[in-house]
């Protein structure tokens, strides 16, 4: 028995080396091009190569068919042939002969009558060579050139070309003619073209030649390395794995987001000691669902996951399992299960799985053979783990409504884990962690900046880090004040500045009605106070009233959503007070009140006549999945009552607004006058004109600057040991 081969010095078994694409791929290659050689050069020959047009003249032309020596007819298109003298040519066609007077031409594919007649008459009748006669014209005595056609005791027949004749008497020569010499009868010799079938073999090799060569070296090339062919690779999971020693991802990398670290501790504590749970008989989730808006981060917490219990981490998309062949999807699922397996305890995490997971049999176009294979396979796959399999499937989406309830039963993705907006506190630590490698000035409070950008997610909060560090690079500051800050803030969030240079009557209407919407959230005993109004175009409007919505409030009731309308109809009331009309600027404002009017009054029962009532209006997309078409579970006539109840809300908001704008007349045109003269006015600069306003009880003002300290950057994270 042979001895095992010794282990390299790192202890690991060499790696198999790729088998070579095809031992004769570069045959192939020299076939191919030795038969393109062939061919052109059975189509070219060492003779000039004449136009025909300029054959038919050379041998219908009395003065120039002498000089032809012999043709010889090649196959059905080739004629070759040779003439006595080439300095006897005309100049412009000695260069398509050769110095030996050979040339070649190619006949069209028609039956050409002009030259079978011109052929026989040159091999029936001798040729002359042409000569010279000196003819008197007047005084003076002219040269013609041409063959001597006949001759009598009185006059000289002479053939100029094709077509002129001219008789001469003898009388008239200068001297007597010269007797032309006949040269002998035309050889006409036709044989078979030996090189024709070249041109019949190289039309039918080529396309064989090509997809030998398509086949045996290009396709090769993307076999797998470890022996796979072409079709085993498209059909292979084209899941991504990331090792653990590299760019690993622990918790301290996610800021904020407890609720969901303490939900998934369980799972890190399963994958490390799989025995502690099967002890007790315990079985861990085997699917973990993730959703929530886009941008809070879910792919990074399941990548986090994967860095704590220190195992592989497989990701793929749900996109990447649907393809235009049916089944091909199945199979990647297939595939991508069996490496985990093999990789296990691992990861496999599926991002926007709502790609594939949706439900199965609805929408417009019905279902659709390749998805719902695809996802009866994930089921099938997943419903299939043996308890002791430690391989825990993750996926994201932030469209959990539009997933097949097949998924979410017990036994698949039985844990879900919502992934919400982070409050203040959690955008503080998200800031920390996306400034820890930028310098920051002595005038930078990540807390304050925290506090105003209610709403962001993770990704919105590394965007308005990345633009102030840009703002700040592009004044050449040495580190990031609290200015970039601020107009990274208003970049985010109302948009790039317009480059418009406006009117002054402009400017003023555009001063006037946002100074509606700031006025009536100021005095409006439930709006949300302005702290921040700008008549700087940005992005598709004209100006912008930034609210201060009140982030710890989680209860709204009827008086709320009465100042928002309030508010937002502050800027058609002005325009009607000021100008006596409203304008198409308001078109964004009127969506927004009436979205929320028509959802108080189907949703949330806000309606006196109605009562408590819910109505399913405009909850789901024919498109998403779920319905075939939008339902309607009432009539007509309460699809009317709805419409007037909204109606009333929006037209009770508008008269609100124009009864405080009216009231606060004086204070208006005092906050129009100081947004012509600054363009940008902030909180406290709004209170000093409108002075205080009864809606910030118990709420954080914007103003409130607290004392300026640097917040220490986090350390990078020390990367983990290489494993021994």
């Given at each position: 028995?042979?001895?095992?081969?010794?282990?390299?010095?790192?202890?690991?078994?060499?790696?198999?080396?790729?088998?070579?694409?095809?031992?004769?791929?570069?045959?192939?290659?020299?076939?191919?091009?030795?038969?393109?050689?062939?061919?052109?050069?059975?189509?070219?020959?060492?003779?000039?190569?004449?136009?025909?047009?300029?054959?038919?003249?050379?041998?219908?032309?009395?003065?120039?068919?002498?000089?032809?020596?012999?043709?010889?007819?090649?196959?059905?298109?080739?004629?070759?042939?040779?003439?006595?003298d080439k300095k006897a040519l005309p100049d412009k066609l000695q260069k398509y002969f050769t110095d030996k007077g050979a040339?070649?031409?190619?006949?069209?594919?028609?039956?050409?009558?002009?030259?079978?007649?011109?052929?026989?008459?040159?091999?029936?009748?001798?040729?002359?060579?042409?000569?010279?006669?000196?003819?008197?014209?007047?005084?003076?005595?002219?040269?013609?050139?041409?063959?001597?056609?006949?001759?009598?005791?009185?006059?000289?027949?002479?053939?100029?070309?094709?077509?002129?004749?001219?008789?001469?008497?003898?009388?008239?020569?200068?001297?007597?003619?010269?007797?032309?010499?006949?040269?002998?009868?035309?050889?006409?010799?036709?044989?078979?073209?030996?090189?024709?079938?070249?041109?019949?073999?190289?039309?039918?090799?080529?396309?064989?030649?090509?997809?030998?060569?398509?086949?045996?070296?290009?396709?090769?090339?993307?076999?797998?390395?470890?022996?796979?062919?072409?079709?085993?690779?498209?059909?292979?999971?084209?899941?991504?794995?990331?090792?653990?020693?590299?760019?690993?991802?622990?918790?301290?990398?996610?800021?904020?987001?407890?609720?969901?670290?303490?939900?998934?501790?369980?799972?890190?504590?399963?994958?490390?000691?799989?025995?502690?749970?099967?002890?007790?008989?315990?079985?861990?989730?085997?699917?973990?669902?993730?959703?929530?808006?886009?941008?809070?981060?879910?792919?990074?917490?399941?990548?986090?996951?994967?860095?704590?219990?220190?195992?592989?981490?497989?990701?793929?998309?749900?996109?990447?399992?649907?393809?235009?062949?049916?089944?091909?999807?199945?199979?990647?699922?297939?595939?991508?299960?069996?490496?985990?397996?093999?990789?296990?305890?691992?990861?496999?995490?599926?991002?926007?799985i709502d790609a594939v997971g949706r439900m199965r049999g609805a929408g417009v176009g019905g279902g659709s053979d390749e998805?719902?294979?695809?996802?009866?396979?994930?089921?099938?796959?997943?419903?299939?783990?043996?308890?002791?399999?430690?391989?825990?499937?993750?996926?994201?989406?932030?469209?959990?409504?539009?997933?097949?309830?097949?998924?979410?039963?017990?036994?698949?993705?039985?844990?879900?884990?919502?992934?919400?907006?982070?409050?203040?506190?959690?955008?503080?630590?998200?800031?920390?962690?996306?400034?820890?490698?930028?310098?920051?000035?002595?005038?930078?409070?990540?807390?304050?900046?925290?506090?105003?950008?209610?709403?962001?997610?993770?990704?919105?909060?590394?965007?308005?880090?990345?633009?102030?560090?840009?703002?700040?690079?592009?004044?050449?500051?040495?580190?990031?004040?609290?200015?970039?800050?601020?107009?990274?803030?208003?970049?985010?969030?109302?948009?790039?500045?317009?480059?418009?240079?406006?009117?002054?009557?402009?400017?003023?209407?555009?001063?006037?009605?946002?100074?509606?919407?700031?006025?009536?959230?100021?005095?409006?005993?439930?709006?949300?106070?302005?702290?921040?109004?700008?008549?700087?175009?940005?992005?598709?409007?004209?100006?912008?009233?930034?609210?201060?919505?009140?982030?710890?409030?989680?209860?709204?009731?009827?008086?709320?959503?009465?100042?928002?309308?309030?508010?937002?109809?502050?800027?058609?009331?002005?325009?009607?007070?000021?100008?006596?009309?409203?304008?198409?600027?308001?078109?964004?404002?009127?969506?927004?009140?009436?979205?929320?009017?028509?959802?108080?009054?189907?949703?949330?029962?806000?309606?006196?006549?109605?009562?408590?009532?819910?109505?399913?209006?405009?909850?789901?997309?024919?498109?998403?999945?779920?319905?075939?078409?939008?339902?309607?579970?009432?009539?007509?006539?309460?699809?009317?009552?709805?419409?007037?109840?909204?109606?009333?809300?929006?037209?009770?908001?508008?008269?609100?607004?124009?009864?405080?704008?009216?009231?606060?007349?004086?204070?208006?045109?005092?906050?129009?006058?100081?947004?012509?003269?600054?363009?940008?006015?902030?909180?406290?600069?709004?209170?000093?004109?409108?002075?205080?306003?009864?809606?910030?009880d118990g709420r954080t003002r914007p103003d409130e600057v607290y004392q300026p300290t640097i917040t220490p950057p986090i350390?990078?994270?020390?990367?983990?040991?290489?494993?021994?």
């Open positions: 028995m042979p001895a095992p081969r010794p282990l390299p010095p790192n202890g690991k078994p060499p790696r198999r080396r790729p088998t070579p694409s095809m031992p004769g791929g570069w045959i192939w290659l020299l076939f191919l091009v030795m038969l393109v050689g062939l061919y052109i050069f059975t189509q070219m020959s060492g003779a000039g190569n004449l136009d025909y047009g300029d054959f038919i003249y050379l041998i219908s032309d009395p003065t120039q068919s002498w000089n032809i020596k012999q043709l010889k007819f090649v196959g059905t298109e080739r004629i070759e042939g040779d003439v006595y040339f070649t031409t190619v006949k069209p594919p028609i039956d050409d009558k002009q030259l079978s007649e011109i052929l026989t008459t040159l091999a029936r009748s001798p040729r002359r060579q042409p000569v010279t006669l000196a003819v008197k014209e007047g005084k003076d005595y002219k040269d013609y050139t041409g063959v001597i056609k006949s001759e009598t005791d009185k006059e000289i027949v002479l053939a100029l070309n094709a077509s002129q004749v001219k008789t001469i008497p003898l009388s008239e020569l200068k001297s007597a003619p010269p007797q032309s010499q006949e040269e002998p009868t035309l050889q006409i010799v036709r044989e078979e073209d030996k090189w024709s079938w070249v041109g019949t073999a190289f039309m039918v090799l080529l396309p064989i030649g090509f997809l030998l060569f398509l086949f045996f070296v290009l396709i090769p090339r993307f076999r797998d390395p470890l022996g796979g062919s072409f079709l085993t690779n498209y059909i292979k999971s084209p899941a991504r794995r990331y090792d653990r020693t590299k760019m690993r991802v622990t918790f301290d990398d996610v800021a904020d987001m407890q609720n969901a670290k303490s939900e998934l501790q369980e799972i890190v504590e399963f994958l490390k000691d799989p025995q502690r749970f099967t002890r007790l008989g315990a079985q861990v989730p085997k699917g973990v669902l993730l959703f929530g808006p886009p941008g809070t981060g879910k792919t990074l917490l399941a990548r986090a996951v994967a860095g704590e219990a220190g195992v592989p981490f497989f990701s793929i998309s749900g996109s990447e399992f649907i393809q235009m062949f049916v089944g091909v999807g199945a199979s990647r699922v297939r595939d991508m299960f069996k490496n985990a397996k093999d990789n296990a305890p691992c990861i496999l995490f599926i991002d926007e998805r719902e294979q695809t996802l009866n396979q994930i089921l099938s796959e997943m419903d299939g783990f043996q308890p002791t399999e430690s391989v825990i499937v993750m996926a994201a989406t932030n469209r959990p409504d539009v997933l097949d309830s097949a998924l979410l039963r017990p036994g698949r993705f039985d844990r879900h884990v919502t992934v919400d907006r982070p409050n203040w506190q959690g955008r503080t630590d998200i800031l920390r962690v996306h400034t820890r490698n930028k310098p920051l000035a002595d005038d930078v409070n990540l807390e304050e900046i925290a506090r105003l950008m209610i709403g962001m997610t993770g990704a919105d909060l590394r965007n308005l880090a990345n633009e102030a560090a840009l703002l700040a690079t592009r004044a050449n500051k040495g580190k990031i004040a609290r200015e970039d800050f601020s107009r990274a803030s208003d970049r985010v969030l109302m948009g790039p500045k317009r480059e418009e240079i406006l009117s002054a009557e402009s400017k003023r209407k555009t001063a006037y009605h946002e100074a509606g919407h700031t006025l009536v959230s100021w005095f409006e005993p439930e709006a949300d106070p302005a702290r921040k109004v700008t008549i700087v175009p940005r992005s598709r409007s004209l100006g912008v009233t930034m609210p201060t919505p009140e982030e710890e409030r989680y209860h709204h009731g009827l008086d709320y959503f009465r100042g928002q309308l309030t508010m937002l109809m502050g800027g058609r009331a002005a325009d009607k007070l000021i100008y006596g009309q409203p304008y198409a600027g308001e078109e964004d404002d009127l969506r927004k009140a009436t979205k929320l009017a028509r959802y108080m009054v189907t949703h949330w029962g806000m309606s006196d006549k109605l009562g408590p009532m819910s109505f399913r209006v405009g909850e789901e997309h024919v498109f998403l999945g779920k319905e075939i078409q939008e339902p309607k579970d009432f009539s007509e006539g309460t699809a009317q009552i709805i419409d007037e109840e909204v109606q009333k809300l929006l037209r009770a908001a508008e008269e609100r607004a124009t009864e405080l704008l009216l009231r606060h007349r004086h204070d208006m045109d005092r906050l129009v006058d100081a947004l012509l003269e600054k363009e940008e006015l902030l909180f406290d600069e709004i209170e000093q004109i409108l002075g205080a306003t009864p809606n910030m350390p990078p994270p020390v990367p983990a040991p290489a494993p021994a």
